[in-house]
């Protein structure tokens, strides 16, 4: 919970774009809408600047004002929204019910009571359907992680036994971290939508989901974050950050500075046209190098993961007027019940695939 104006953001392209106003927030209500692009937060033009710094400022008080200047397509003159903050709750997962019993479920990051919140849709789902659920998706796109006992909770309604994840230090295995029986989703066959801006926690899930093969996995590439670090207390108040080990996915993948390598990779327009802009965890100063020597070991492993058919490259179509794929806005409430018209190609690659599996249970490849 924090006070601000309720919108979900996105900073590509030295642009901040509104992915979508949270439901019943001063946002909304004023009338900001997806893709809107914030120019100008009261005097300040913040084209260009970090995103947390232009986040800091549209934040603040419950009760104080804030004024947004947002540009909108077709518009020629910026739209002014004179908006006063209030205490907003987000909620960590949003749910919708698919044609053909598909369970769409989207986890924005990993909170407290994210698993509570999982359960609460799945029931919600359930009751919704008519008949019984036939699959998941599983929207873990621009999810940075969070709290990974979250995480392990979530995995653990996905999986019937096994290793979720394990922490290594020098070698030498830590900690791991295993699923228990009778989850939610344990028997409903599994898509996982993820993008570059998957991290952290999202990615030990995701690995899990993978290596236990209970999921298809679609998008692209994910972050790559993958090292724990450990706060120790010092004298005055102080504390020192050290980074003590690496995470690791069921089958011994580490994830630090290579991130998970999707089923099905989904290629558009629009992410050829940002590859220059893309910064993943091993682009960062002073980040942990990966484990493999070099990028082109990775990319051996890459393709010869591709020979052996564990990979398949989808190209999103052109449109007809040749203009750029609008980013998807991950709103249920305008997402159609049948993806396929939709204008959110990864979704819809996923939701095929979705409808492919019915009937094949858990186990999925």
Known sequence: AFGGVGIEVDGRNDMLTVIAPIEGSPAERAGVKSGDRIVRVEDEYVQGQ??????KRMRGMPGTHV??????EGQKDLVKFDLVREVIRVAAVTSKLLDGGVAYLRIKQFQDHTHDELLTAAGKLRKESKTPLTSVVLDLRSNPGGLVDE???VADEFLTSGVVFSTRHRGQVMDEVSAGGGGAFSD???????DEWSASASELLTGALQDHKRAVVVGAPS?????????FDMPGGAGLK???ARYYTPNGRAIQAQGIEPDVVVDTRARKDEDALIVKERDLEGALSSELSSETEAAKKRAARALDG????????????GGAPSLPTFDVRKMPADPRVGDDFVLRVGYQIARSLEGRGPVVR
């Open 50 to 55: 970090p995103l947390d710094k232009v986040v």
């Open 67 to 72: 004024l947004l200047w947002v540009k909108r």
């Open 151 to 153: 995480a392990a909770g």
């Open 188 to 194: 409903l066959p599994v898509v996982v939508l993820m």
């Open 223 to 231: 972050f790559g974050k993958g090292s724990v670090q450990s706060i």
């Open 242 to 244: 050290i980074t003590t």
């Open 310 to 321: 564990g990979v398949q490259l989808v190209t999103e179509p052109a449109k007809a007027d």
